[in-house]
């Protein structure tokens, strides 16, 4: 097989789920309703390539962490999961040791190596080519250079080999360093870094976000706005699921986060996307001139009434992120997320067209930032509906708004700790981060 003869996925892309660690799932009873979708059959050499290219990988070629089985998602068609392996009980700690920070300890859990400007510490004989042990300073208080063995609070995230001296690493600048510092051959959890596999083909995205998307459920030759976009996990998604017809406006804050979104888009291939740095907050106006062509809406701001489909996938306090190993968010920060996400909605329900689809998403967890949105939400434009959603995989929303027992069902919260999804749910649907979606129909009222 080539790899281009297995796509059917360049207009259909995979996307691929990791699921983060093992839980012993309590779960609930809460009835779910998976509504099957029409079942996109893989390739199956697309599956063994994946699994050809983690099995000879340094990181699965060892028992500690054995290549994790690849499966097809049982209801989303364009999903591969890739379960997570560990936590590795039998991990040797060498005396020689690497501290990085919390983001960078997130990131070897999530199958990244260390690139040397993420080391924070290493012990004075570290030289290249040593055995290694990796540790997280949890409390953010490690200086860095530090050289002796951290006595702080730290968390242990697995082996690997040092590609750099402690030298190498500690004698320039940061900004001047580049390269892999250390190497993981044997991280606490097995997942596979997806780097250089199939790039044109797949784009690693957490289940939740892959839900959203369908749920947008976004067709070819339409108009759609994603109002937040960077770095374009569901911009892309959104764009394949309509084969690359139609346009998908992507807006976001910065130069920089737009760059990463058409990186993403020209990665795989989506023409259909136009990204701008762009408040999304103002992507309405009266006196906006729309292009006639659905292809080529040019530049925002949009008059009302332009868009078949809009996406807020808004900026939010991320508490359902996982792996998470600290949280320095202050209470101030966390309180001004649900203001912050009621700016962008006025826009968003101004361009969208009478009849079509609006969806709200977030990766966190609190009532604020979810339900009391959707509260909000309902109260502040009637012209909203809330509509039940195909595919449901979540669970139903939380109590403690005005909402009602019935509207509640209409959500989808993922929990990170899984148990209030249905008891037939697959285990990749349990093992997710917290994610929350609202699915809305703009009426004539
Ligand atoms: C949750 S992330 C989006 C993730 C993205 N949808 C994906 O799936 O890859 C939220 C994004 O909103 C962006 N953002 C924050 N304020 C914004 C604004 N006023 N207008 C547009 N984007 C904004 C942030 O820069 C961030 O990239």
């Given amino acids: 097989m080539s790899v281009a003869g297995s796509i059917r996925l360049f207009s259909r892309h995979i996307r691929v789920a990791t699921r983060h660690c093992r839980y012993a799932a309590n779960m609930s009873s809460i009835p779910t309703s998976p509504a099957p979708l029409p079942r996109l059959s893989l390739d199956p050499d697309v599956e063994s390539h994946i699994k050809k290219t983690y099995c000879n990988s340094q990181e699965y070629s060892n028992k500690a962490a054995p290549c994790p089985p690849v499966e097809?998602?049982?209801?989303?068609?364009?999903?591969?999961?890739?379960?997570?392996?560990?936590?590795?009980?039998?991990?040797?700690?060498?005396?020689?040791?690497?501290?990085?920070?919390?983001?960078?300890?997130?990131?070897?859990?999530?199958?990244a190596h260390i690139f040397a400007p993420g080391v924070l510490g290493a012990t004075a004989d570290v030289q290249a080519g040593d055995q290694v042990s990796v540790y997280v300073d949890v409390e953010g208080k490690c200086l860095r250079g530090f050289q002796k063995p951290y006595s702080g609070p730290r968390v242990f995230v697995g082996n690997g080999v040092a590609r750099m001296s402690r030298d190498d690493i500690f004698s320039v600048a940061q900004e001047q360093l580049s390269g892999i510092g250390v190497e993981m051959t044997s991280p606490l959890y097995g997942c596979p870094p997806l780097n250089d596999v199939m790039s044109d083909s797949i784009f690693l995205q957490n289940l939740p976000s892959t839900v959203a998307g369908h749920v947008l459920d976004p067709q070819p030759g339409e108009r759609v706005l994603d109002m937040c976009a960077a770095p374009g996990g569901k911009t892309t998604h959104l764009a394949t699921l309509m084969s690359n017809q139609g346009a998908v406006i992507a807006?976001?804050?910065?130069?920089?986060?737009?760059?990463?979104?058409?990186?993403?888009?020209?990665?795989?291939?989506?023409?259909?996307?136009?990204?701008?740095?762009?408040?999304?907050?103002?992507?309405?106006?009266?006196?906006?001139?729309?292009?006639?062509?659905?292809?080529?809406?040019?530049?925002?701001?949009?008059?009302?009434?332009?868009?078949d489909r809009v996406l807020v996938d808004a900026p939010c306090s991320a508490l359902g992120q996982r792996p998470a190993l600290g949280n320095k968010m202050k209470l101030k920060t966390l309180k001004s997320y649900p203001s912050y996400q009621r700016r962008l909605f006025p826009a968003a329900v101004q361009v969208l067209k009478t009849g079509c689809t609006l969806v709200y998403s977030t990766c966190t967890l609190t009532l604020e930032e979810n339900e009391g949105q959707v509260e909000w939400l309902l109260n502040t434009?009637?012209?909203?509906?809330?509509?039940p959603q195909t595919p449901y995989l979540g669970g139903p929303g939380l109590s403690g708004t005005s909402l009602t027992q019935d509207q509640l069902q209409m959500l989808q919260r993922f929990e990170p700790w899984g148990d209030n999804r249905g008891e037939n749910s697959h285990p990749s649907d349990r093992d997710t981060i917290g994610f929350f979606i609202a699915k809305f129909i703009k009426r004539a009222r």
Wanted: glycine share 8%; aromatic share 4%.
């Fill in 72 to 111: 097809p998602h049982p209801v989303l068609p364009d999903v591969l999961v890739i379960p997570t392996t560990g936590p590795h009980p039998n991990l040797q700690h060498h005396t020689k040791e690497i501290m990085v920070d919390i983001h960078c300890g997130a990131a070897i859990l999530r199958g």
């Fill in 251 to 307: 807006l976001d804050k910065s130069q920089g986060k737009v760059d990463k979104v058409m990186a993403n888009a020209r990665r795989l291939g989506l023409t259909c996307i136009q990204a701008y740095m762009f408040d999304g907050g103002k992507a309405a106006s009266e006196a906006a001139v729309c292009e006639k062509d659905e292809t080529s809406l040019g530049d925002p701001p949009y008059p009302p009434n332009t868009f």
């Fill in 381 to 387: 434009f009637p012209c909203l509906e809330l509509v």
